[in-house]
């Protein structure tokens, strides 16, 4: 099963590569707590958990300028603009639009916020994803993982922020089995 790609305009073309359902499509943050919720919650774990190669190897062949478009879209141009390291969020469009293309660091730091946000928002909802990036977080030493990304200066220093959001967002599906 392949993981659909982000979308280059919310109006849902993608220009041929992949596509992502309109937001209201997507799982809310998951708090109705219904069976229902609960069992397609599951299912969306089985689905990601199977297929976190495959974003893996999605974030590092998507130009990265889809990358910047996703995030931007998804989490907004200022979180986006701090993750990536800039001040100007401004830059951001300018990423996006191709006009201006983010040195190597800033790059790592956009592709591993990209799997990370991938892998939160298709489970638990954009709000959900937003929130995580900028709580403090047990599996980063308390760090927020936008702060953490922000600061990074080379990928040794970001590498455990994707297996955080698995972890969270495995611990979101093991902590709505219990909601009956």
């Known amino acids: ?30 708090a109705s ?27 590092a062949r998507l130009p990265i300028d889809r990358i910047a478009s996703y995030l931007m879209e998804h989490l907004g141009r200022p979180m986006t603009a701090y993750i990536g390291g800039v001040s100007d969020p401004k830059m951001v469009s300018h990423w996006v639009g191709g006009n201006n293309t983010p040195r190597a660091v800033p790059q790592m730091r956009l592709r591993e916020a990209y799997q990370a946000a991938r892998l939160i928002i ?21 760090e927020a993982p936008a702060h953490m990304l922000r600061k990074a200066a080379a990928w040794e220093d970001m590498r455990i922020v994707v297996p955080a959001a698995r972890a969270f967002v495995h611990g979101a599906g093991d902590q709505s089995a219990g909601v009956a």
């Open 1 to 30: 099963m392949a993981f659909p790609l982000p979308q280059e305009q919310a109006g849902g073309h993608t220009g041929g590569i992949g596509r992502i359902p309109p937001a209201g499509l997507q799982k809310s943050n998951g």
């Open 33 to 59: 707590g219904s069976r229902a919720d609960v069992a397609t919650a599951g299912q969306a774990q089985t689905r990601h958990a199977c297929t976190a190669s495959q974003l893996s190897s999605e974030a």
């Open 122 to 142: 298709e489970t638990l909802g954009v709000e959900t994803a937003k929130a995580w990036f900028f709580c403090s977080n047990a599996d980063l030493a308390d």
